[in-house]
């Protein structure tokens, strides 16, 4: 097992009651099964069927009850959760459901700006019996760490993430980025700019760096080149990219806690600095499941769904 940071989980106190099942997806592939899960969801994780040329993706928030994301003094997206006086043991199964979805991803993706603002987090799963869960079920202990970056001027390298070489990294960037990332990589450098014809075992002993698009990434032809490499399942915790992933049809799920707090205002709210869909076009969603703690956190999952067409 990794020797980097656990948590201890009260799971005696964390037990959910469900509200709603969708039976009418179908679950075919496990995501994750870890007797902890069994006592707070009553089941593993588990999702329907995989693209056949990118990855399986799914994104993980927790947002107050008007859809903000970061209060404006404590920008850091967990304060939403901890910060919710009320909802006592429900705050930390929120933290312990997103090392569920990280325990059941090959990769997972987040910006430069979470380094930055979470200076001694790291992209690993914090609790031992989920780490063991997916070693046992082939998985590497670490999932792949990919850094989205335009040029690579924003990444602070100096971050644990990079200097502690136990985290296995994938620079995702432009033709722009390749030369800082190889520059500033502690680890022997392997460059891949284009879909791989035979998938590939990746080496933790080494860091990729992925080029996709030219001034900016483009994300659809990222992804086939990561599903290339091996990587199946990619949970995506950078609310920016989601909206992005969204607007390109890549984004299959969203795991959207809520925590009955209000900010309102200008507090920051997803895909905020980017365009929004309109009233003609935009995505909708099919709840998969409804998780209850108590009366002041829930835990709801969607599909999301894009090829829909007006009916009023």
Same mark, same amino acid.
């Given at each position: 097992?990794?020797?980097?940071?656990?948590?201890?989980?009260?799971?005696?106190?964390?037990?959910?009651?469900?509200?709603?099942?969708?039976?009418?997806?179908?679950?075919?592939?496990?995501?994750?099964?870890?007797?902890?899960?069994?006592?707070?969801?009553?089941?593993?994780?588990?999702?329907?069927?995989?693209?056949?040329?990118?990855?399986?993706?799914?994104?993980?928030?927790?947002?107050?009850?008007?859809?903000?994301?970061?209060?404006?003094?404590?920008?850091?997206?967990?304060?939403?959760?901890?910060?919710?006086?009320?909802?006592?043991?429900?705050?930390?199964?929120?933290?312990?459901?997103?090392?569920?979805?990280?325990?059941?991803?090959?990769?997972?993706?987040?910006?430069?700006?979470?380094?930055?603002?979470?200076?001694?987090?790291?992209?690993?799963?914090?609790?031992?019996?989920?780490?063991?869960?997916?070693?046992?079920?082939?998985?590497?202990?670490?999932?792949?760490?990919?850094?989205?970056?335009?040029?690579?001027?924003?990444?602070?390298?100096?971050?644990?993430?990079?200097?502690?070489?136990?985290?296995?990294?994938?620079?995702?960037?432009?033709?722009?980025?390749?030369?800082?990332?190889?520059?500033?990589?502690?680890?022997?450098?392997?460059?891949?700019?284009?879909?791989?014809?035979?998938?590939?075992?990746?080496?933790?002993?080494?860091?990729?760096?992925?080029?996709?698009?030219?001034?900016?990434?483009?994300?659809?032809?990222?992804?086939?080149?990561?599903?290339?490499?091996?990587?199946?399942?990619?949970?995506?915790?950078?609310?920016?990219?989601?909206?992005?992933?969204?607007?390109?049809?890549?984004?299959?799920?969203?795991?959207?806690?809520?925590?009955?707090? $209000?900010?309102?205002?200008?507090?920051?709210?997803?895909?905020?600095?980017?365009?929004?869909?309109?009233?003609?076009?935009?995505?909708?969603?099919?709840?998969?499941?409804? $998780?209850?703690?108590?009366?002041? $956190?829930? $835990?709801?999952?969607?599909?999301?769904?894009?090829?829909?067409?007006?009916?009023?």
């Amino acid at each position: 097992m990794s020797n980097l940071v656990k948590n201890n989980y009260p799971f005696d106190k964390m037990k959910l009651k469900c509200l709603y099942k969708n039976e009418n997806i179908k679950m075919m592939n496990v995501g994750i099964e870890d007797e902890h899960l069994n006592q707070v969801y009553g089941e593993s994780l588990q999702f329907p069927e995989f693209p056949k040329d990118r990855p399986y993706t799914y994104s993980s928030l927790v947002t107050s009850i008007d859809g903000r994301i970061a209060f404006n003094d404590a920008p850091e997206g967990p304060f939403i959760a901890s910060k919710n006086y009320l909802a006592k043991e429900g705050s930390v199964v929120d933290w312990y459901t997103l090392n569920v979805l990280r325990a059941s991803a090959d990769a997972i993706i987040f910006g430069a700006n979470t380094l930055k603002m979470e200076p001694n987090g790291t992209g690993h799963v914090y609790d031992e019996s989920l780490e063991k869960s997916r070693v046992r079920m082939g998985k590497n202990e670490i999932p792949w760490n990919v850094i989205p970056t335009l040029d690579g001027t924003d990444i602070p390298y100096d971050h644990i993430q990079f200097t502690g070489k136990q985290i296995p990294i994938i620079f995702y960037t432009t033709p722009n980025g390749v030369k800082l990332c190889q520059e500033n990589s502690l680890k022997p450098v392997v460059i891949i700019n284009d879909v791989l014809k035979e998938e590939i075992q990746l080496n933790v002993d080494v860091n990729y760096i992925v080029v996709t698009g030219d001034k900016v990434m483009d994300n659809v032809k990222g992804m086939k080149i990561l599903h290339s490499m091996g990587i199946k399942t990619l949970l995506v915790e950078s609310p920016s990219l989601m909206h992005l992933f969204i607007q390109d049809q890549l984004m299959d799920e969203l795991f959207l806690n809520y925590s009955c707090v $209000y900010l309102g205002g200008d507090s920051l709210t997803i895909g905020k600095n980017f365009k929004a869909f309109d009233s003609k076009n935009h995505p909708h969603t099919s709840l998969i499941t409804v $998780y209850m703690h108590s009366s002041h $956190y829930m $835990y709801l999952r969607h599909k999301v769904i894009y090829d829909v067409k007006e009916v009023c």
